[in-house]
């Protein structure tokens, strides 16, 4: 079993930034693939980025050039660096943990890719 705990949203004005963070605790693996998704209310859980131990990294396309995720090995913990953060980036975002071979045969944003998943942690960018 593998607990996650996200930290780190709020509010925030278009234009500003936010650093999420998850914590995870448990049965963490070394070789693992750890992402963050978000929902807005009324649509689907979307992929937002996700990377592996050796520090390779996927994102979709809406956050390329803004958003970067990093992972501390030692500390167990994931990290979402979000800056020019717009209106369409408002919503709940999951911590989410599986196995790197999932990630690394291609399905990095996909959900069904992770077992774990944290309670989530709410963005909200004004305009």
């Known amino acids: 079993q593998v607990q996650l705990a996200e930290s780190g949203g709020g509010s925030v004005q278009g234009g500003g930034s936010l650093t999420l963070s998850c914590q995870a605790s448990?049965?963490?693996?070394?070789?693992?693939?750890m992402g963050w998704f978000r929902q807005a209310p009324g649509k689907e859980r979307e992929g937002v980025a996700s990377?592996?131990?050796?520090?390779?990294?996927t994102y979709t396309d809406s956050v390329k050039g803004r958003f970067s995720i990093s992972k501390d090995n030692a500390k167990n913990t994931l990290y979402l660096q979000m800056n020019s953060l717009n209106p369409e980036d408002t919503g709940m975002y999951y911590c989410?943990?599986?196995?790197?071979?999932?990630?690394?045969?291609?399905?990095?944003?996909?959900?069904?890719?992770?077992?774990?998943w944290g309670q989530g942690t709410q963005v909200t960018v004004s305009s």
């Open positions: 989410a943990y599986g196995p790197e071979i999932r990630c690394s045969s291609g399905a990095w944003l996909w959900p069904p890719t992770f077992d774990y």
């Open positions: 448990g049965d963490v693996y070394m070789r693992n693939c």
């Open positions: 990377i592996i131990a050796s520090g390779r990294a």
